[in-house]
């Protein structure tokens, strides 16, 4: 009985990509949903809510993860096809995408400071603390979402289609995701859509440059979270009149702008000349 099943779920590898991907996420809910609904309920603070259930919905979702490779593809070390690997490979390119990530926000506000775009303030006495709280935050969500993006639905995805179709897909995918909102949002923030098609471009570009390991998205995706939160969170700038946030960026989003378009089709061009590199070179191998 226990065979005939294994049997029956692995047939749903041989399901298009599309197909799978519902059916991950119908299962997603049934197991998260019992949980979540009750508490969504009972607690008033929406923000406590969010607290208690969106982490168990990733923890749910990381486990599920593990059960899908067994049975459906027979791989039971999923997250290493994905790039979730213990090497010291891994970590090296984990803190470069860090410190590249931090390097372009960074040097992001120079120039609309240079520009005369902002004014830096005097760090808080606190500014420390905000520092080693972005630092957690953005590892935390850099992890979180490569291993959701970059991991699991980039490999659904990549064993049906054209690693071109693959890369746009992904991008937006990703981009639509993190842009569910009210019309009326949609269009007061519309620069950062773009902004985040090309950075889902850049984050895939960055997993086929390092051979399909997952440090170097991870530590980019976290590099910028971190320098926007560490230099905007900590109230290190004050923006002047002088110019539209649709250059500087919506909601003091450095990257939801004109100017963070630039910056990051800079990042995406040097990524991607490097993953074309290595694919070259796999090849010559």
């Known amino acids: 009985m226990i065979t005939e099943l294994k049997f ?11 197909l799978r991907l519902l059916i991950f996420i119908l299962v997603l809910l049934l197991l998260w949903l019992p949980v979540a609904a009750p508490i969504n309920l009972w607690v008033d603070d929406k923000n406590l809510a969010n607290i208690l259930t969106l982490p168990l919905l990733y923890g749910i979702f990381a486990s599920l993860l593990r059960l899908w490779g067994k049975y459906i593809y027979g791989q039971p070390n999923l ?53 080693v709280e972005g630092l957690i935050v953005a590892l935390a969500y850099g992890f979180a979402e490569e291993l959701l993006f970059r991991g699991w639905l980039l490999d659904e995805l990549q064993r049906d289609y054209h690693p071109r179709v693959v890369l746009w897909a992904d991008a937006l995918i990703f981009a639509t995701l993190h842009f569910i909102k009210p019309l009326s949002e949609i269009i007061r923030t519309l620069p950062q859509f773009p902004a985040l098609v090309l950075l889902g471009l850049t984050l895939v570009w960055a997993k086929r440059c390092s051979k399909g390991r997952l440090g170097l998205p991870i530590g980019l995706h976290a590099g910028l979270i971190w320098g926007y939160y560490a230099i905007n969170v900590g ?21 939801a702008g004109g100017m963070g378009i630039l910056f990051l089709g800079a990042i995406a061009l040097g990524v991607r000349r490097f993953s074309q590199m290595s694919v070259q070179a796999a090849g010559n191998e």
């Not at 029956?8 to 599309?18: F, H, S, V």
């Not at 995408?97 to 390097?103: A, C, E, K, W």
């Not at 923006?239 to 909601?251: F, H, L, N």
């Open 79 to 131: 997250w290493r096809e994905y790039g979730l690997v213990r090497t010291r490979r891994n970590g090296t390119e984990l803190l470069i995408g860090l410190g590249l990530g931090i390097v372009s926000v960074s040097s992001l506000f120079l120039v609309e400071g240079w520009m005369g775009w902002l004014w830096w303030r005097q760090p808080p006495v606190f500014f420390w603390r905000f520092v």
């Open 8 to 18: 029956n779920l692995a047939r749903i590898a041989l399901y298009p990509a599309p």
């Open 235 to 255: 109230q290190m700038v004050q923006y002047s009149d002088r110019i539209s946030e649709w250059v500087t960026g919506v909601d003091r989003n450095p990257l």
